[in-house]
């Protein structure tokens, strides 16, 4: 017993260094699930930012009916907890200024539909999400513990041609998350044109230098967060760490009947890859017979907040801690 309240202790201080100046995760809350977003990352002598992919539906705030274009992102941690938080990144990609920005967002979490494995189904090579297990919208304010609300501020950093925002939200519903099960989540901006202006929001991808010590796998689920460097292409400059899938796009139909109450429809699946030149280098910079980052499948980076849990579920986040802080010392000393 005093180990693991030695344990609690030691992680909750980690965590709490974390995350100091930082007042997005409310107090009480910590992560549980970390991908992080490429912002400035050196590789093989030169900075890439990544890049943001178009995840936005038009429509009416009124009337709570939207269509568009979707992103969306596998996901599996070792604990089970609820998700009270959501971080994310993305950037308005038409680069427009003197905006109000977005005002809602819809926060999604669905079931995951596996590579079902047949030569004659179009969806063959990548899962995607499927059912519909919680979805809600989230409404610029500030924050508070069930607010429903998210707030949006610049990342430092970031690219000058197409910066960064950072976003947070208190989900008004959390997510009753099971351990080491494969869920997906979509975020989507829900953009009124004659209130809000032409805009185009992306979602950011991830840093995948970064391993995400947090992430269930392997073996459960299979291959979980894993180095797709070895498996794909052994000359490329660093790790390239991923979990399970492809994220995916699609089109999109939403329905919002209530905060925590929406219906949407999706079709179309697009498995997403980086792109090569702008995450990373691209094959005319690397030496043959290497592809460059275009062939390696993409994640999009975002985090998962959750109460501060029990002391036995507290000693797995603490392994996801002290193991991402092994990687950063590993780093220093390569």
């Given at each position: 017993m005093k180990i693991l309240k030695y344990c609690a202790i030691v992680v909750i201080g980690i965590v709490a260094a974390a995350q100091s100046g930082l007042a997005d995760p409310l107090e009480g809350e910590v992560l549980k699930f970390r991908q992080r977003?490429?912002?400035?990352?050196?590789?093989?002598?030169?900075?890439?930012?990544?890049?943001?992919?178009?995840?936005?539906?038009?429509?009416?705030?009124?009337?709570?009916?939207?269509?568009?274009?979707?992103?969306?992102d596998d996901f599996a941690d070792k604990v089970n907890t609820p998700v009270v938080h959501l971080k994310?990144?993305?950037?308005?990609?038409?680069?427009?200024?003197?905006?109000a920005g977005v005002q809602k967002f819809?926060?999604?979490?669905?079931?995951?539909?596996?590579?079902?494995?047949?030569?004659?189904?179009?969806?063959?090579?990548?899962?995607?999400?499927?059912?519909?297990?919680?979805?809600?919208?989230v409404d610029r304010g500030p924050l508070a513990p069930a607010s429903g609300t998210f707030t949006e501020k610049p990342v430092t950093g970031s690219s000058p041609t197409e910066p960064v925002y950072e976003y947070n939200a208190e989900l008004h519903c959390p997510f009753p998350q099971e351990a080491t099960k494969v869920h997906w989540l979509k975020i989507v901006a829900l953009?009124?044109?004659?209130?809000?202006?032409?805009?185009?929001w992306g979602w950011h991808n991830r840093d995948y230098t970064i391993f995400d010590p947090f992430a269930a796998g392997p073996p459960v689920p299979f291959p979980g967060e894993h180095d797709d460097r070895p498996i794909i292409d052994p000359g490329y400059p660093t790790n390239v760490w991923h979990f399970q899938d492809d994220s995916v796009m699609g089109n999109l139909g939403v329905q919002v009947l209530a905060q925590c109450d929406v219906n949407i429809t999706q079709t179309a699946f697009e498995p997403q890859f980086y792109v090569n030149g702008v995450d990373g280098p691209g094959p005319q910079t690397l030496p043959p017979p290497h592809n460059g980052i275009g062939q390696f499948s993409k994640d999009l980076a975002f985090e998962l907040y959750t109460p501060i849990p029990e002391p036995a579920t507290l000693t797995l986040l603490g392994a996801g801690v002290l193991g991402l802080f092994g990687y950063f010392r590993r780093q220093r000393t390569n």
């Open positions: 977003p490429m912002i400035a990352t050196p590789i093989a002598g030169q900075t890439y930012y990544g890049h943001d992919e178009d995840s936005t539906a038009y429509g009416s705030h009124d009337s709570g009916q939207y269509s568009g274009w979707f992103m969306a994310w990144w993305g950037s308005y990609m038409d680069a427009q200024s003197g905006q819809l926060v999604a979490f669905e079931s995951d539909v596996p590579d079902p494995g047949d030569p004659h189904n179009p969806q063959d090579g990548f899962s995607h999400p499927g059912t519909k297990l919680l979805a809600q919208v953009v009124d044109q004659s209130r809000d202006g032409n805009i185009v």
